[in-house]
């Protein structure tokens, strides 16, 4: 069974592929350090399957807030962060929630990490945007 896994990622649901380091785990840590020590980052998942897992693994960095889609629209607060640098998307690779983030930020300067399985098919992408008004942007 785990030597399956090992070896292709599983051919489950997108949220029960897994490699040597959990995906998950291991896009939470690519943003904590890209993050540089930054008091508050946040990290937008549109999706159940990458929010919840992405907000457990985070509950012993106090500074990192993982919001409810919902709660994005009508909060200053995550305006500021995106404008200042401090938000960071995490959506299946190839996935429409993905497309729709780069869609929505379109015209802007944008890091992007991707994630693979044990087999290397690529399973998250990590999108960072860059501050507004940056030389970058």
């Keep these: 069974y785990f030597q399956f896994i090992e070896q292709t990622g599983g051919q489950a649901h997108l949220t029960f592929r897994t490699a040597a380091v959990e995906p998950k785990l291991a896009a939470l840590q690519y943003i904590l350090d890209d993050?540089?020590?930054?008091?508050?980052?946040?990290?937008?998942?549109?999706?159940?399957?990458?929010?919840?897992?992405?907000?457990?693994?985070a509950l012993p960095h106090p500074g990192v807030c993982v919001p409810e889609p919902q709660d994005i629209d009508a909060s200053d607060d995550y305006r500021r962060a995106l404008a200042e640098g401090r938000v960071w998307f995490v959506e299946f690779c190839n996935s429409q929630a993905e497309r729709q983030v780069k869609s929505q930020m379109a015209g802007r300067k944008a890091a992007y990490r991707q994630f693979l399985d044990y087999s290397g098919r690529p399973l998250l992408g990590v999108l960072h945007p860059t501050p507004m008004g940056s030389k970058n942007q």
Excluded: D
């Excluded at 540089?36 to 937008?44: D, L, N, S, T, Y």
């Excluded at 549109?46 to 919840?52: G, V, Y």
């Design 35 to 57: 993050a540089g020590g930054k008091a508050e980052v946040w990290i937008v998942c549109s999706e159940w399957w990458n929010r919840w897992p992405i907000r457990y693994l």
